[in-house]
């Protein structure tokens, strides 16, 4: 594998389920980022994890809870969702922001439904 | 606030050269950053600009002026494979990327 990659593709979930989304970088890059990106609006920053501690979280729902386990793996817990996050959710990484220019690589994100 | 501003559709012709702008207020700036996405993938990087000026990638270039807050992607020799959306990103005082809700371009043969 190379790049980011992130499982499942695809998911639909009733609102009383729990899942969890899986995103691996294999870039040896020491930051991660959750985004959710909805139809026609900006991508909206959820969290970001730098060396593995969060840095960032802006103002996100509790019914989404990120673990990053180390500088490789994030995952973003879900549960108790609403219709309106429907979206997709993507991760992506980077080197820690300031170091270099800093652009991030995206996986193919997760096309998430809530019904 | 923070906002960037890039317009919401764009369309050309095969061949031809289209330029799309972006303007932005910030906290701050620490370089200016141009993504392709198509419909259903994840964004890819095109473009970083931290000085002013023209850098030039090939058909793709972007350019910067800090001053008036403006930056732009020049696509030249438009493929149909060029059809995507064109997110603007700017990196503030806090090394956070602030994104434009895109431009999507659509070639037209």
């Known amino acids: 594998e190379t790049g980011v990659t992130q499982t499942p593709r695809h998911l639909v979930m009733g609102m009383t389920n729990k899942k969890s989304l899986k995103c691996e970088q294999h870039?040896?890059?020491?930051?991660m980022y959750w985004y959710k990106q909805s139809a026609k609006k900006p991508l909206e920053l959820m969290f970001v994890?730098?060396?593995?501690?969060?840095?960032e979280n802006n103002s996100v729902p509790s019914r989404f809870s990120p673990e990053c386990p180390n500088s490789s793996h994030l995952f973003l817990h879900l549960h108790t969702l609403q219709p309106e996050d429907s979206a997709l959710y993507l991760c992506?990484?980077?080197?820690?922001?300031?170091?270099?220019?800093?652009?991030?690589?995206f996986g193919p994100g997760t096309r998430l439904t809530v019904t | 606030g923070q906002n960037i501003d890039q317009p919401t559709e764009m369309t050309a012709t095969e061949g031809a050269i289209v330029q799309i702008n972006c303007t932005y207020q910030?906290?701050?700036?620490?370089?200016l950053f141009w993504y392709q996405q198509h419909a259903g993938e994840a964004p890819t990087f095109l473009s970083y600009n931290v000085l002013d000026g023209l850098e030039e990638k090939g058909r793709f270039s972007s350019f910067l002026s800090r001053s008036k807050g403006y930056s732009y992607l020049l696509l030249k020799e438009l493929q149909m494979k060029d059809s995507a959306s064109y997110l603007c990103a700017v990196m503030d005082s806090n090394y956070q990327l602030i994104w434009g809700a895109g431009t999507k371009l659509i070639i037209k043969p």
């Open positions: 992506a990484s980077s080197q820690t922001p300031g170091q270099g220019a800093g652009e991030q690589y």
């Open positions: 870039l040896g890059h020491n930051a």
């Open positions: 910030t906290s701050g700036f620490n370089g």
């Open positions: 994890y730098s060396l593995e501690e969060r840095v």
